[in-house]
């Protein structure tokens, strides 16, 4: 044999194997060795085909069932734990705003009295000839509706 | 917090003239002149809650009445008058406090979830601010319990017109 034992580890074992000892090919092939690929000494090591899960370890399936349950009954007390928290910090936090709205929309009230002011005054100053101005117009019966807008420049 | 304003003694028991607080001359810029920022007013909320309740109300009613701004500017320098003293008041026992918790709600965003520790130490602190402010005038529970009684007796009319 021909350095067979060195190709043992690649898997490739060239071997001289002997002709066929059958009679249908004697007079058309040649009766001397030949150099064949087969498989290596002792043959082949066994291919596993087979599943690996084995089912009779690990947890069984009441277990599995009971365990996927108890997350999602831990899972639904604490998504209504946490809706109640942000129920809370929401009123907390509307509260606040309860508190302070008198005393921004007071001051909102003063600045848009005296922006509405000047603009009456300058408004008279600019139609003082005209004829039929009524500076206190009222533009709609049962509501108040100012004559006109404030510029709110204090803004800018 | 300004810390340039004088502070106002609360005492009535005072003799010769009264101090009186520091307004400036138009209330209209009292968040300017005061340092009240919406940190700060965020913090004393529930102070200024429980101690101008009063006021407030008032001004709020008159509001839903009128919807004129001009109806409800004396209720509304009642409402900033109060406002200021109780941010006096707040000065005097704990400012140390609210500027920290004002600052911690700043940087977090203005969530109370993120500033409960400071939110602890100023509650403890401004505790004995859960009253009504000494210069509101709240009638005894028999006059209220009179007006109460004109207010249900008195016809149901429609509001007046601006």
Redesign the interface.
């Known amino acids: 044999s021909l350095g067979s034992k060195s190709f043992r580890s690649s898997g490739i074992n060239a071997e001289y194997g002997e002709p066929n000892s059958n009679s249908t090919h004697n007079n058309t092939m040649n009766n001397s060795r030949y150099l064949q690929d087969g498989p290596p000494e002792g043959g082949y090591q066994k291919v596993n085909y087979k599943k690996m899960i084995s089912p009779n370890k690990g947890p069984s399936g009441r277990v599995l069932l009971g365990i996927c349950v108890g997350m999602s009954v831990v899972g639904y007390f604490e998504v209504m734990r946490m809706r109640a928290k942000r129920v809370k ?1 929401a009123q ?2 509307r ?13 909102s ?6 922006e509405l002011k000047r603009q009456k005054e300058y408004e008279a100053k600019v139609m003082a000839g005209v004829k039929d101005f009524d500076p206190n117009e009222k533009y709609y ?4 509706v100012p004559n006109m807008q404030p510029l709110l420049s204090y803004l800018y | 917090m300004a810390t340039t304003t004088p502070s106002k003694d609360t005492s009535k028991e005072k003799k010769g003239k009264e101090e009186k607080a520091y307004y400036p001359a138009t209330i209209e810029y009292a968040s300017r002149d005061f340092g009240l920022t919406g940190a700060v007013l965020y913090a004393a909320n529930e102070v200024l809650g429980a101690r101008c309740s009063a006021v407030f109300d008032d001004f709020t009613l008159c509001k839903g009445k009128y919807e004129n701004p001009e109806k409800c500017l004396k209720e509304g320098e009642s409402v900033s008058k109060c406002a200021i003293e109780t941010f006096q008041e707040i000065g005097k026992l704990c400012q140390k406090e609210l500027t920290v918790y004002a600052t911690c709600l700043d940087k977090k965003n203005m969530d109370f979830n993120n500033c409960r520790k400071e939110q602890l130490e100023f509650k403890t602190c401004s505790l004995p601010l859960y009253k009504l402010s000494s210069s509101i005038e709240v009638p005894s529970p028999e006059q209220q319990y009179k007006n109460l009684l004109q207010r249900i007796r008195s016809p149901v009319t429609a509001p007046p017109k601006d």
């Open positions: 910090d907390e936090k509260i606040a705003r309860m508190n302070l709205v008198p005393y921004l929309q007071a001051e009230d003063r600045r848009y009295v005296i019966e049962s509501r108040w």
